[in-house]
């Protein structure tokens, strides 16, 4: 017999679902419009890796980097690591992006040809790793980058720049980029995310890819009571979600995000930002503030 919902959790789904409706459209600037430039499931899983995992700094930067790198293999970069490309010392020539340079990419593009070669995708060989830790999606994610990552140091060497690109998982961290990654390949296709292995892996699995707008709205909206934006934290807001939507708890994380990118619920808050907040009803803070402003005639 299926559980019935409480009404506090009814009242969390219909909010979050009111911030899907409201979901602006993907800013052209955002990393995923580049990942959705390209076509077929091997170019958008390796450039959507690349994009996630050189997603630190500004944004601009970040898009910039992708171009110098991608321009050269035209609309079919795939192709082009499979056929070493990547190996030819013209490419991407003196590139570094803060702490990634050309030698990290050359090496973890290797590696993610041997993964190609061995499994046919890197979503098929995720699949494996989940299968082989007996279902366990954090143990298999963990092996699957360490597979990743250990591919890449037998060629550059291992170091805390190969680490911080392919991040663990299995620490303290909340690993965001691998998060975010992970979160574009297995949602459903819904305009954002691709959904290119949704078939291989469940999306009731993902935690969120936590940034500094849900490290700022969380504690607000009483979802963790943690202050460090770490992988506990990340859990934190990832069981609320799963409340108001056991299979797809990540439905709600790009309209939350991006309601916090334009300006939604600002670090320096008053009470007048929280009246026409549409978080308000599943939001402690914020009801508490309207509340004490009302009872000091304020509203
Ligand atoms: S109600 Fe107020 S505190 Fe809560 S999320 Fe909205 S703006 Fe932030």
Known sequence: MALSRSSRDMELHSTLEAMVARRREVMPQDPIQFVRRYDGAANRELVGLLAAFLAYGRVASILGGLE????????????????????????????????????????????????????????????????????VSETGLTAWTTRLREGAAARAGDSRALRFLISDPGGASAAKRLRLYLRWMIRPDDGVDLGLWSSLLPAADLVIPLDTHWARLAPRLGWTRRRTANAAMARDITGVLSRACPEDPLRYDFPICHFGIEGGCPTRLTWQDCVPCPLRPVCASGRRRVAAARRRGST
């Open 68 to 135: 110098t790198l991608l321009r050269p293999w035209g609309d079919d970069p795939a192709g082009a690591v499979r056929d070493g490309m990547h190996l030819d010392d013209d490419w991407a020539r003196g590139f570094q992006y803060r702490w990634t340079t050309r030698s990290h990419l050359v090496a973890l593009l290797d590696s993610i040809r041997d993964v190609w070669a061995e499994e046919g995708s890197l979503g098929q060989a995720l699949a494996t790793s989940v299968n082989e830790a007996g279902g």
